[in-house]
């Protein structure tokens, strides 16, 4: 059974960094073809794709917030990090880790609707 579990803290302060780690059990973040991702929805608002780590360490990240955020990964602990830098209050959302099988031609990150398995979410709020 493949088990995602997100951490990190549900207040941030706007402009600080909002750091958020999924722990991964069942499966590893280094199985060929399959990639891990972050998506968030913000209240009253759709998912959004934030970004993914391919099975060899490759990012990919949204182009809207790119310039502010980056994924990682620790294969020692089965585990990938997101960290977003200068949040504001439009930041604040549900937070989601999720894996996504890869190897197809029409294979895109930000297919959200190709994310098999997720996390239970982790709420943050961006306040002062």
């Known amino acids: 059974q493949v088990q995602l579990v997100e951490s990190g803290p549900g207040l941030v302060r706007p402009s600080q960094t909002l750091s958020l780690t999924c722990t991964v059990s069942g499966d590893s973040i280094t199985r060929l073809y399959y990639y891990w991702g972050w998506i968030r929805r913000p209240p009253g608002k759709d998912l959004e794709w934030i970004a993914t780590?391919?099975?060899?360490?490759?990012?990919y990240i949204s182009p809207t917030l790119e310039s502010r955020t980056s994924i990682s990964r620790d294969t020692s602990k089965n585990q990938f990090t997101l960290q977003m830098n200068f949040v504001t209050p439009e930041d604040t959302a549900v937070y989601y880790c999720a894996r996504v099988p890869g190897g197809s031609v029409s294979w895109k990150p930000s297919r959200i609707q190709d994310y098999d398995y997720w996390g239970q979410g982790a709420q943050v709020t961006v306040s002062s």
């Open positions: 780590i391919s099975y060899t360490g490759t990012t």
